[in-house]
């Protein structure tokens, strides 16, 4: 299945049943999926190695980014610009070091979390998230 990110398909649904939606089609690519609340507009999502970021906004349009240590030169990842949907595919390249379009000068100094555990270990914020139970 896939899921178009630009939410023309959203007609009659409210954005709540989108996020579930969303958050389904995550978890039946075999990603975990973790939250702060139920409010949010983001989500982690990890196959318990690789993390990757996502967010919506009111329209109900979604991106991905990827995620790494937080450094100055390349903040906490990049926002991906080539995701037309959620394909596994295209969850998948939120698990990218850089996308092409990165500088060379600053892939190198992109350093990935170890694993979810690192990430969630990393700050007092990072802690708070939650894993979402399954939806589908």
Known sequence: M?????????????MQDHVKTIIGHVQNAGFKVYMRGADTTWLYYTDGVHIAYMQWDQSGFVTISTVHIPNNATG???CLDDIPALTLEHLQKGFHIAPAWARMSEAPRVKKFANWDAFVSSSSFNSGYELVEVLA
Do not use: Q, R, S
């Open 2 to 14: 896939t899921i178009d990110v630009y939410p023309a398909h959203m007609t009659g649904n409210t």
């Open 76 to 78: 906490t990842g990049f």
